[in-house]
Structures are given as structure tokens and as C-alpha cells.
């Protein structure tokens, strides 16, 4: 692709429309995928093993696909949980015309697919699920990480899939470092040379004492 990457906001390389079988949330299903999206072949090893070591999600409330690509990860909330509100998102806008195309597809309307500014200020997230963008390099995933983890509901985890050798330990402790008060961050699976990393936040962080006079 030259200088054009699955990250960026609008891919200069031929769309190439495909269609493809995966399994999605215990479903063969048929899905579009394009040129100059992540992994438009098949559902790549990093979200496989995310999808099969973590739990049914919340049957309700809004629940997040970062970095969502052609849909992989959005689409399978959306059929596990129906009654849920799923936002997809990502930069690359090519990626969110997939998901609504797939969406629309599969007869699911339950599904946000839009840019990280357009999610509104006061949702909150019952859960995250996110195979994140590592290739933007640190500075940059780490304010993505930054900027959306906080916005976990109270008893509500994210998680994270990283492969090993492109820094998932690292990442972990930085994690754990970062998001020190109100949240708990463990290595949850390991498989095929990726990480499973669980970010829990129990609550607010507590506030600050204050003296009375």
C-alpha cells in the first residue's frame, strides 16, 4: 500500500470490494471488506483470540469497538448482545462503511459506526473490546488508550489484545501505572503470541480529603 495504512483517515489505495465467510459470534455469515482496511481477508489472528477469551458482553447499555475496522469485533457485540447500543470506531473511513454495510447486511441495527469525535461526551461504556492500532506508535496509542478508558462505566472492564512481540508486557505496566486509582490491570489469556490484557475500573477514584474549618 506505500505510504497508506489501515489507520489512516481516508485510504488512497483501489477499494477493491470482497466479499468473505468468517464466523462471527457462532455464525457463519458473508461480510464485506475492502482494500486499505485491517486484515480485509479474514478475521486476523489478534482479534480471534480476543473474541475467544473474553466474556458475553453486557446485554445492555453502550458498548465500544475501538478501532473497529471492517467489524469484526463491533459486529459480534452486536449479535450477542441485541439490545445493546454498539459504537464502532475509527478514523479510517472506508472501515466505518464497512461496518454499516455489514451491519445493514446482517440485519442489525443496533450498531454506531462513526469517527471518535462523534461519540457523544457523556456515553459511558459497560465494556471496551479493542484490538488497538500498535502500529501508530506509542505516543499515539497511548493518548487513544488514555482518552477512551476513562470512559468505562463503574464495575466495567476493556479489553485489550496486543501481540507479544510488539510490546504487550510493556504496554500492560504502563497500563497499570497509568490507570493507578479505580482500576485493576491483569494479563487475562495468552495465545498464539498475543496478549489478553483486562482493565477493570471498580469505581471513581476517591477524591480528595477535604478540611473542614
Known sequence: MGSDHYFSATPASPENLR???VVLAGREVEVTTAGGVFSPDHVDSGTGVLLSNTP???????LLDLGAGWGPIALSLALESPHA????????ERALDLVRRNAE????SNINAVLPDDVPDDVVFRTI?????IRVGK???HGLLERWIPRLDERADAWLVVQRNLGSDSLQRWLAATFERGYSVQRAATGRGFRVIKVRRHGSPPSEPIDLP
Do not use: I, Q
Request: charged content about 15%; hydrophobic content about 35%; overall charge positive.
Open 139 to 141: 505516543h499515539e496509542l
Open 56 to 62: 458475553p458482553p453486557p446485554p445492555g447499555g453502550n
Open 105 to 108: 447486511a446482517l440485519g442489525l
Open 85 to 92: 447500543t454498539v459504537w464502532a470506531v475509527d478514523v479510517n
Open 19 to 21: 466479499r468473505v465467510r
Open 129 to 133: 473490546r479493542s484490538n488497538p492500532p
